[in-house]
């Protein structure tokens, strides 16, 4: 079973920047994928960024392009989201998902989900 403990939200002024971790725990498969999630007051969750542990594959949606960049320690099993140049739209609970093999940029292909954590970009 694989553990997700996501952390570094919080409130920032637009223009402003956040890094959040990804910290996986557990049995973990030597290929696997954390895909980052969002989810806005009264929307649906959407997807932001996903890597693949492997082949350092990494998808971003046109949203986040040129502002966001995700990486990951593999040592640590851990990835991390750089968000700079923040917008009100960005604010959101953000969250990861773990799963083994490539990444997929659909939740229903994740297995495994952190608890959140609060991103509020204030205008």
């Known amino acids: 079973e694989v553990q997700l403990q996501a952390s570094g939200g919080g409130l920032v002024q637009a223009g402003g920047s956040l890094r959040l971790s990804c910290a996986a725990s557990g049995f973990i498969y030597d290929d696997w994928a954390i895909g980052w999630f969002r989810q806005a007051p009264g929307k649906e969750r959407e997807v932001v960024s996903c890597?693949?542990?492997?082949?350092?594959?990494?998808y971003y949606a046109n949203s986040v392009k040129g502002r966001f960049t995700i990486s990951s320690d593999n040592a640590k099993n851990t990835v991390y989201l750089q968000m700079n140049s923040l917008k009100p739209e960005d604010t959101g609970v953000y969250y990861c998902?773990?799963?083994?093999?490539?990444?997929?940029?659909?939740?229903?292909?994740?297995?495994?989900w952190g608890q959140g954590t609060q991103v509020t970009v204030s205008s």
């Open positions: 890597i693949g542990s492997n082949t350092g594959s990494i």
């Open positions: 998902a773990y799963r083994p093999g490539t990444w997929y940029n659909k939740e229903e292909y994740y297995n495994t």
